[in-house]
């Protein structure tokens, strides 16, 4: 079965602190795919990432970093410099690669960042 | 707007009465997605057509519930007799199918939020 755990339900910051938003999962099968997803206040889920299990190179996009480790089953995203435009609620989802496009989310990580 | 966009953005019901939400997808996005969100959590998979085939239902997927893309372009979702547990946000998504092995990327569409009463 398939899980995705974001233990840390919501998180404070200040304005250009460095923040790591932790996502542990769960699947029994060695070829599967990970997300982070962004869900601001206006409610619409924008895409951040996809990683397959085979690529376990970190990525940088900007101020957004992403460490993918398969040893302790995490895929972990880090925004450097936080912004107050960062606020929203971040998810990590999972998918197996079974042909069907089916994607288990995490419960999320509210991201508040103050000036 | 070329993304997915969905209507009715809010929807107020009372419990037993019937609901139908449209989602029209990016328009070169062979597949579309449900998904159901509660308060609190994050998305849940309901249902995946890939042009107007529906290939996967998910078991929330109660026989109350029931979804169409007739012509594999927009898709609605409806529900029948509804319930205050309905009350949720409906999340549609659209990918293109790239050929090659793996799970697309999928984008979402800004949500109807159904509450019954």
């Known amino acids: 079965a398939q899980k995705v755990t974001q233990a840390q339900t919501e998180i404070s910051v200040v304005e250009k602190e460095d923040v790591t938003l932790d996502c542990v999962y769960e699947?029994?099968?060695?070829?599967?795919?990970l997300f982070w997803y962004k869900q601001p206040p206006s409610g619409e889920l924008v895409f951040l990432i996809r990683?397959?299990?085979?690529?376990?190179q970190n990525e940088i996009s900007g101020r957004y970093s992403w460490n993918f480790q398969k040893s302790t089953s995490s895929f972990n995203f880090t925004i450097t410099a936080s912004q107050v435009v960062d606020s929203a609620v971040y998810f990590c989802?999972?998918?197996?690669?079974?042909?069907?496009?089916?994607?288990?989310f995490g419960t999320g990580t509210r991201l508040l960042v103050s000036p | 707007d070329t993304g997915v966009s969905q209507n009715p953005r809010h929807k107020i019901t009372k419990r037993g009465q019937n609901v139908t939400f449209r989602c029209d997808p990016i328009?070169?996005?062979?597949?579309l997605y449900w998904y159901r969100q509660t308060l609190g959590q994050g998305p849940e998979f309901l249902t995946y057509?890939?042009?107007?085939?529906?290939?996967?239902k998910s078991r929330l997927l109660s026989d109350r519930f029931s979804a169409e893309r007739p012509k594999g372009s927009f898709s609605t979702l409806e529900i029948q007799r509804t319930e205050q547990g309905d009350s949720a946000m409906y999340l549609c998504?659209?990918?293109?199918?790239?050929?090659?092995?793996?799970?697309?990327?999928?984008?979402f569409g800004p949500g109807t939020r159904l509450t019954v009463t």
């Open positions: 998504a659209s990918s293109q199918a790239s050929g090659l092995a793996g799970i697309d990327e999928q984008y």
């Open positions: 699947t029994r099968d060695t070829t599967y795919y």
């Open positions: 990683r397959n299990s085979f690529d376990e």
């Open positions: 989802a999972l998918s197996e690669d079974t042909g069907f496009q089916k994607l288990v």
């Open positions: 328009s070169e996005h062979n597949r």
């Open positions: 057509f890939q042009n107007e085939a529906q290939l996967e």
